[in-house]
T-cell receptor, first 113, second 112 residues
Framework: GESVGLHLPTLSVQEGDNSIINCAYS??????FIWYKQESGKGPQFIID?????DKRQGQRVTVLLNKTVKHLSLQIAATQPGDSAVYFC????????????FGTGTRLTVIP | ETGVTQSPTHLIKTRGQQVTLRCSSQ?????VSWYQQALGQGPQFIFQ???????GRGNFPPRFSGLQFPNYSSELNVNALELDDSALYLC???????????FGSGTRLTVV
């Protein structure tokens, strides 16, 4: 079946290093993608989004890259800080249906001080 | 503080009981969605309401139902609770079809 999935369930990085979290999606009809950060006991928090007519978008310390050819999405976090430790989800919105989001399983990022 | 408030934060129910979870969205957020997040999983779409009408539903049985009210609040009702209904239930809202979703902190439901 179609799914949004992540390559790695866990990622550990040293404080100050850059982090890259990857995500594969399989539905070519998806036109909008979002990265969320979820800390323990909290709901998903919006980080950055990108539409399918773009291949790169930058925010503060974060960059999202979209490769539609291979249906791949990545989140890059520069100078990773302890406060970045959380579970990161990519989510896709498809052009059909109720415009709801389809989430992957998530990647747990641990920042080592 | 996200502007989306859910209550209660935690709840324990017995199998077979009914439960109502509540969400208060930001003013002007006409679309509200509910998601179920099992432990260690990503959120799964339950259903969505737009201006008090359901306009989309995920793969959940009819015992999951909802309501949306004119004051931007909404409810998720689950009847005949099963053990597998234990999860974090998230409410998300947005003002229009092109904006991103703002999530609440969720209600942790435990069914025993």
């Amino acid at each position: 079946g179609e799914s949004v999935g992540l390559h790695l369930p866990t990622l550990s990085v040293q404080e100050g290093d850059n982090s890259i979290i990857n995500c594969a999606y399989s539905n070519s009809a998806s036109d909008y993608f979002i990265w969320y950060k979820q800390e323990s006991g909290k709901g998903p928090q919006f980080i950055i989004d990108i539409r399918s007519n773009m291949d790169k978008r930058q925010g503060q310390r974060v960059t999202v890259l979209l490769n539609k050819t291979v249906k791949h999405l990545s989140l890059q976090i520069a100078a990773t800080q302890p406060g970045d430790s959380a579970v990161y989800f990519c989510a896709e919105k498809r052009q059909t249906g109720a415009n709801n989001l389809f989430f992957g399983t998530g990647t747990r990022l641990t920042v080592i001080p | 503080e996200t502007g989306v408030t859910q209550s209660p934060t935690h709840l324990i129910k017995t199998r077979g009981q009914q439960v109502t979870l509540r969400c208060s969205s930001q003013s002007g957020h006409n679309t509200v969605s509910w998601y179920q997040q099992a432990l260690g999983q990503g959120p799964q779409f339950i259903f969505q309401y737009y201006r008090e009408e359901e306009n989309g539903r995920g793969n959940f049985p009819p015992r999951f139902s909802g309501l949306q009210f004119p004051n931007y609040s909404s409810e998720l009702n689950v009847n005949a609770l099963e053990l597998d209904d234990s999860a974090l239930y998230l409410c998300a809202s947005r003002p229009d079809r092109v904006s991103g979703y703002t999530f609440g902190s969720g209600t942790r439901l435990t069914v025993v």
